[in-house]
């Protein structure tokens, strides 16, 4: 069959031609765009017609626009030979399938049909919210550090030595941000939430024995990544990837005197800042998908904790610690985000892109996120009991 996808904002249309007939996943493809509606296929088995059946045509069309679709690297001259690695994986969608799959993983255990979250993530993809934003990366850092910095706060509490929390934990943050970016081939996005991560993180060295709101250090990684990409601000993934990311490292940083940890803010506070963001991008983009709003209600605040933990989890197993109910909990995790997975590519779901926007509204909708995201952020530092902004 023939798919169309449209890239945000409107410059590039990817057709994709292939026919899955049988199950299983089909061949990568090295794709080479030689300029205005032309293709090449390199690789992907096309030798012969038994392999050509194997592999899947793709065709990139510039239309209208001119920014590269993956990750926002900038303006992309036409007459340049742009080479861009396309794993392009086609299977059928059969919900009762997914149900049996599910199952499977809570009855025989975590690797039960290869549902861990590494494989669904590379795997399945959900292109929209992860690797596009490079969220993942960033909750997989922010979470394992608070997890380290919490257990030697209270470490340091009872025998009444000090342990380096805010060093080691944002060390353990970013080597498990890093493996990440490793296993997915370093792409653009993920690459940006661990710029971001690591920025905050450097800045938090000078204040190890204040607990501090660290702030600076994500607004100057912020206005890096601005510089070298302008146009990465008009992007609905970069405004979810740092809301999220930002409101994660606000308040793992902010313990409070008694060393409590605000899980309540750590999760509100990013799914906040998106749901205020979303009306915004759905105005200005002209979306034309009302369930997008009732979903993206529903699925952001799901979708947060269970990410969340299960790459916890991966990390776990990664470091080969054996913790007690792991066998159960694992399976359950993965389970319910792949079955989230699935549900998020019904079109329709998300909000769809259908045409450039306008250099007045450009101005407002920049504006305007630039307010909400210092309101929410100052917000959390009163939370938080802090004054530093």
Same mark, same amino acid.
């Given at each position: 069959g023939?798919?169309?996808i449209r890239?945000?904002?409107?410059?590039?249309?990817l057709?994709?031609?292939?026919d899955?007939?049988?199950r299983?996943?089909?061949?990568g !493809?090295?794709?080479a765009?030689l300029?205005?509606?032309?293709k090449?296929v390199?690789?992907?088995?096309?030798?012969?017609?038994?392999? +050509?059946a194997?592999?899947v045509?793709?065709?990139?069309?510039? !239309?209208?626009?001119?920014f590269?679709?993956?990750?926002?690297e900038?303006?992309?001259s036409?007459?340049?030979k742009? $080479?861009?690695?396309v794993?392009?994986?086609?299977?059928?969608e059969?919900?009762?399938?997914?149900v @049996?799959?599910f199952?499977?993983?809570?009855?025989?255990?975590r690797? @039960?049909?290869?549902?861990?979250?590494?494989k669904v993530l590379?795997? *399945?993809?959900?292109?929209?919210?992860l690797a $596009?934003?490079g969220?993942h990366?960033?909750?997989?850092? !922010? $979470?394992?550090?608070?997890? $380290?910095?919490?257990?030697?706060?209270?470490?340091?509490? !009872?025998?009444?030595?000090?342990?380096f929390?805010v060093?080691?934990?944002?060390?353990?943050?970013?080597?498990s941000a890093?493996?990440?970016?490793?296993?997915?081939?370093?792409?653009?996005?993920a690459?940006?939430?661990?710029?971001?991560?690591a920025?905050?993180? @450097?800045?938090?060295?000078n204040?190890?024995?204040v607990r501090?709101v660290?702030?600076?250090?994500?607004?100057?990684?912020f206005?890096?990544?601005?510089?070298?990409?302008?146009?990465?601000?008009f992007?609905?993934?970069?405004?979810?990837?740092?809301s999220?990311?930002?409101?994660?490292l606000l308040?793992?940083?902010?313990?409070?005197r008694?060393?409590?940890?605000?899980?309540s803010?750590?999760v509100?506070i990013?799914?906040?800042?998106?749901?205020?963001?979303l009306?915004l991008?759905?105005?200005?983009?002209?979306?034309?998908?009302?369930?997008?709003f009732?979903f993206?209600?529903?699925?952001?605040?799901?979708m947060?904790?269970l990410?969340?933990?299960?790459?916890?989890?991966?990390?776990?197993?990664?470091?080969g610690?054996?913790?007690p109910?792991l066998?159960?909990?694992?399976?359950?995790?993965?389970?319910?985000?792949?079955?989230? +997975?699935?549900?998020?590519?019904?079109?329709g779901?998300?909000v769809?892109? *259908?045409?450039p926007?306008?250099?007045?509204w450009?101005?407002?909708?920049?504006?305007?996120?630039?307010?909400i995201?210092?309101?929410v952020?100052s917000?959390?530092?009163?939370?938080g009991?802090k004054?530093?902004?």
């Amino acid at each position: 069959g023939e798919r169309e996808i449209r890239f945000f904002p409107g410059g590039v249309r990817l057709t994709l031609y292939g026919d899955p007939v049988e199950r299983g996943w089909r061949k990568g !493809a090295l794709v080479a765009g030689l300029g205005r509606g032309r293709k090449t296929v390199i690789g992907g088995g096309m030798k012969d017609l038994r392999k +050509m059946a194997e592999g899947v045509l793709v065709e990139i069309t510039p !239309a209208r626009g001119f920014f590269f679709p993956w990750g926002g690297e900038g303006p992309v001259s036409f007459r340049e030979k742009m $080479v861009q690695k396309v794993r392009t994986r086609l299977k059928e969608e059969k919900f009762p399938e997914d149900v @049996a799959w599910f199952l499977g993983c809570l009855l025989t255990g975590r690797r @039960a049909g290869g549902a861990d979250v590494s494989k669904v993530l590379r795997e *399945t993809g959900l292109s929209h919210l992860l690797a $596009v934003s490079g969220l993942h990366v960033g909750v997989a850092a !922010a $979470v394992t550090g608070s997890i $380290v910095r919490l257990l030697l706060v209270l470490l340091s509490r !009872a025998t009444g030595r000090y342990f380096f929390a805010v060093p080691i934990s944002c060390a353990c943050g970013l080597i498990s941000a890093f493996f990440l970016v490793f296993i997915h081939s370093f792409p653009p996005s993920a690459v940006r939430a661990l710029t971001g991560f690591a920025f905050a993180s @450097a800045f938090s060295f000078n204040r190890c024995r204040v607990r501090d709101v660290v702030v600076d250090g994500l607004v100057f990684a912020f206005f890096c990544l601005l510089i070298s990409h302008p146009e990465a601000l008009f992007s609905p993934s970069f405004i979810l990837s740092f809301s999220v990311t930002g409101g994660i490292l606000l308040h793992l940083h902010s313990f409070g005197r008694k060393g409590r940890w605000n899980l309540s803010g750590t999760v509100g506070i990013p799914v906040a800042a998106y749901l205020f963001s979303l009306p915004l991008v759905s105005f200005l983009f002209r979306s034309v998908s009302p369930l997008s709003f009732i979903f993206n209600l529903i699925f952001v605040p799901l979708m947060l904790p269970l990410l969340s933990l299960s790459l916890v989890w991966e990390v776990f197993f990664f470091l080969g610690l054996d913790l007690p109910l792991l066998g159960l909990v694992s399976p359950l995790l993965n389970g319910l985000l792949m079955v989230l +997975m699935r549900i998020s590519e019904i079109p329709g779901i998300f909000v769809k892109v *259908t045409e450039p926007p306008r250099p007045v509204w450009i101005v407002l909708y920049s504006s305007s996120l630039v307010l909400i995201y210092l309101s929410v952020l100052s917000w959390g530092l009163r939370e938080g009991g802090k004054t530093r902004l």
